[in-house]
């Protein structure tokens, strides 16, 4: 168990069985082209022309209008972009805690946009990691329980009791892997920001996603702290090929990403 | 799994919320407090009801009665005999009662009731409220020895002694005999004395010192009570003299409640005592019915701790009752009878044999009841009363589930951002209500469970806590001479309590409905935002 991939790299059968998921059980079917779908070269996170806008009573304020963004398996992007510029609105389309008004998203070549609420739910929980700028730890869990919650949500207690050494175990590794096995049985209110992002980190991965979503993670950190933040991320995007998608309005942040795009008048542009 | 864990965090962490479930606790406490009351009340007034009243009543609807009971009896064995363990033939009829109490005539109106002193003690519970050990056993019209209960053996180890009872019975009768001095027979009655004492009585040995109607009496003077002659009952001839000291009239078994009355504190001071004489007044039968009288010797007590019946009823010797009241067929010596008292074997239905014997005779003439028939309405009253006392108390758990939803509210508004952050970890909006419910169901099993441990540990206890208020107050709380129990009587039906403490689960479930769906329709970015 100890040395397991924190992060589930995909196989290609596994690729392939998310890929098929219409398969056309008809002979003829099979000669069809299926160059859309090719795993290896779609991306794996893709927005089409989102549009997002609120309303302050009759007022319309657009936030996102048409945003294109593509990330490949394995890429650390950094999204930067002034406080208001939308960039959070972003984020929480991406991990489908949100809608957008038009466009689509596609994660895996498979449209996230209009599924089922179970689906997404399924999504957030299972495929796609999110920290955030305030932690969102739960006050009434220890650090250890914080971490285990996705996998708490994601079973019945019948059958997380059943795993639960499992879980514990895979939990703890998290733990030490952020460098917080010292702090399991802490509420988040006894941790420091940076311990509290780190746990939030563990939480993210605890149930093997494949993308990590980060809205400012190191906004509310000193500098060195966030640092530290950043070094995580990077390794875990490097050791383990974890796709990061990472939002920042700190260029020094945002340099150390693979890519860098800009947010700006709710459309997006290469900065 | 998350629900269960976070539902029992946010209770360890919000002992406020145990607050608003204190009136669910106080509700479901009263109201099994209530209902075990009410209960218990009930059982005994109807096990007092049922202890005067045969299981079914077959009566005439006139006080003239209606002949030939045996006959009757006979018919009726033909409609329902499988259901039958016994009958007994009864005459009821309005009558004044007049005794004398230090030189006052006390005139009280009274249901004179002419049982048959072999069958009636099999037919209802009536012998078990004697004050006679042996009348319990049988009941016998003839004045006892002595002897008569100064405990009153169905009361509580409160209830205080009757020491005037000590000296009733033959005593007592010789002792009065001896102030009063010889009565004239015709004095107060036409007829011949009714009986002689056919046995001698064993001269007891006297009190040391009695006191009767203001006067006192030692011993010394109390030597020449000499036993009564033996006489053949049958003998006619009639003496110039009523001799008291020797002879009883017809006997009477007098509701307790007419003799005496029960003081502040609960001890019982008697008037009369079995072994004096009274006069009972009644209309005859036939048309236009005259007003004839007699005197009677009382012979025992009745006390079915209800009190209407024991200040309204007098028990006679039915053959003498029908006497009196000239309702005797001159020809066949078959006297006329108002009702027929019926019992059942245990397990037969008394409603079955009614509609039976309703069926088989014609209304007009006869009444056919069962014994909860007659009792209707008072059963009807007091059933009433407890719904109405449980609607009221079932209202004050409504109220409290308003105090629930309310502190539910705040607690859910709190809890925005948590709901975002477990809404963006995958939980669905049914897990997040779950969480709420289930928090709401806990409260609610908390708040009626401690409920109903108090109420029933109220029950239990009730007589001491009603004392203890009585010290504390200087006021009784359950006056023994209101109510006619020494305790208060109290029943617990384990299907009102589950019934109640489910009900007050339900409530503290529904209002947590409300708060749990606003958390569950929370948007998760808008909960996320929130500070
Ligand atoms: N519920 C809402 N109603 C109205 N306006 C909103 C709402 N949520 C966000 N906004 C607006 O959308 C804009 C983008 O917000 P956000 O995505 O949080 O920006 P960023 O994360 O880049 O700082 C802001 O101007 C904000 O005021
Ligand atoms: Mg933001």
């Known amino acids: 168990m100890s040395n397991a991939p924190l992060v589930k790299t995909p196989t290609a059968a596994h690729d392939a069985a998310r890929t098929h998921v219409k398969f056309d059980p008809q002979p003829g079917a099979a000669l069809a082209p299926r160059a859309p779908f090719q795993a290896t070269e779609a991306p794996q996170m893709a927005a089409q022309g989102l549009w997002k806008r609120y309303f302050k009573g009759r007022v319309e304020i657009p936030v996102l209008r048409g945003v294109e963004l593509e990330v490949r398996r394995g890429e650390f992007v950094s999204i930067i972009g002034q406080s208001g510029s939308g960039k959070s609105t972003l984020l929480h389309l991406l991990c489908t805690l949100d809608v957008p008004d038009q466009g689509e998203i596609r994660f895996q070549g498979q449209r996230i946009d209009n599924v089922s609420a179970r689906r997404r739910d399924q999504l957030r929980n299972k495929e796609l990691g999110m920290i955030f700028q305030f932690y969102h730890l739960l006050p009434e869990l220890t650090a250890l329980e914080n971490v285990l919650s996705p996998l708490l949500i994601a079973e019945g207690a019948w059958s997380y009791f059943r795993r639960r050494r499992e879980h514990l175990e895979r939990a703890k590794e998290l733990l030490d892997r952020v460098g917080l096995s010292h702090r399991l049985k802490h509420r988040p209110r006894e941790l420091s920001g940076g311990e509290m992002q780190r746990a939030a980190i563990a939480r993210a991965l605890v149930a093997g996603p494949e993308v990590l979503l980060a809205d400012e993670p190191t906004g509310n950190l000193d500098t060195r702290t966030g640092e530290e933040i950043l070094t995580i991320l990077r390794s875990l995007n490097e050791s383990q090929r974890l796709t990061v998608i990472m939002v920042t309005h700190d260029r020094a942040i945002a340099a150390q990403a693979d890519r860098t795009v800009r947010l700006a008048q709710g459309q997006m542009e290469i900065a | ?531």
């Not at chain 2, 009726?76 to 499988?82: E, P, S, T």
Request: charged share 20%; aromatic share 8%.
């Open chain 2, 1 to 531: 799994m998350y629900k269960f864990l976070l539902c029992w965090r946010y209770l360890r962490t919000r002992y406020i919320a145990l607050a608003s479930v204190v009136s669910v606790t106080l509700g479901v406490a009263t109201m099994i407090v209530v209902n075990a009351v009410m209960e218990g009340f009930t059982h005994e007034m109807q096990d007092r009801i049922h202890g005067i009243l045969s299981d079914v009543v077959f009566e005439s609807h006139s006080l003239e009665g209606f002949p030939d009971p045996e006959g009757k009896m006979e018919q009726i064995r033909q409609v329902a005999g499988d259901y039958i363990a016994g009958m007994t033939s009864t005459v009821v009829i309005p009558a004044l009662l007049i005794f004398e109490v230090q030189g006052q005539t006390i005139t009280r109106q009274v249901n004179f009731i002419g049982v048959d002193e072999k069958t009636h003690g099999q037919v209802s519970d009536f012998n078990r409220y004697l004050q006679h050990p042996k009348n319990r056993e049988q009941l016998s019209f003839d004045l006892r020895n002595g002897g008569y209960d100064t405990i009153d053996h169905q009361g509580s180890d409160k209830s205080k002694p009757r020491d005037r009872m000590e000296i009733a019975g033959w005593e007592y009768r010789r002792i009065l005999a001896k102030i009063k001095g010889p009565i004239q027979a015709d004095r107060l009655s036409d007829s011949p004395p009714q009986s002689r004492v056919a046995s001698a009585p064993e001269p007891q040995a006297p009190p040391e010192e009695l006191e009767h109607e203001g006067w006192t009496y030692r011993r010394g003077e109390q030597l020449t009570a000499k036993p009564p002659e033996t006489k053949d009952p049958f003998e006619r001839s009639r003496p110039a003299e009523f001799d008291p000291a020797n002879e009883t009239h017809c006997g009477i078994v007098m509701g307790i409640a007419l003799a005496s009355f029960r003081g502040r504190d609960g001890t019982d001071h008697f008037m009369v005592l079995p072994g004096d004489d009274v006069k009972v007044t009644v209309p005859t039968a036939g048309m236009p019915p005259k007003i004839v009288d007699d005197n009677f010797t009382i012979v025992d007590f009745y006390e079915s701790k209800m009190s209407e019946y024991d200040a309204n009823f007098v028990f006679v010797p039915i053959r003498k009752l029908q006497e009196m009241r000239g309702m005797i067929d001159p020809q066949t010596g078959i006297g006329n009878v108002t009702s027929i008292q019926i019992k059942l074997h245990n397990d037969a239905d008394g409603q079955h044999v009614r509609n039976l014997l309703q069926a088989a005779f014609p209304p007009e003439l006869f009444g056919i009841q069962t014994w909860r028939d007659k009792q209707g309405p008072l059963l009807a009253a007091v059933h009433m009363e407890t719904a109405i006392l449980n609607v009221l108390l079932f209202m004050i758990i409504a109220v409290a589930g308003f105090g629930i939803l309310a502190i539910f509210y705040m607690i859910v508004v709190e809890k925005t951002r948590d709901i975002g952050i477990l809404k963006s970890l995958g939980a669905a909006s049914s897990g997040i209500m779950g969480i709420f419910l289930a928090y709401g169901l806990s409260l609610g099993i908390v708040g009626s469970g401690v409920g109903m441990l108090i109420g029933l540990v109220f029950v239990a206890h009730i007589n001491e806590i009603a004392d203890g208020l009585a010290w504390v107050t200087g006021q009784q709380v359950f006056d023994p001479s209101i109510y006619y129990f020494q305790q208060i009587p109290t029943i617990v039906q384990p299907f009102t309590v589950s019934w109640i403490v489910l009900g007050a689960m339900a409530i503290a479930i529904m209002a947590s409905i409300l708060p749990a769906r606003r958390a569950a329709r929370l948007h998760p970015v808008e909960a996320l935002r929130y500070e």
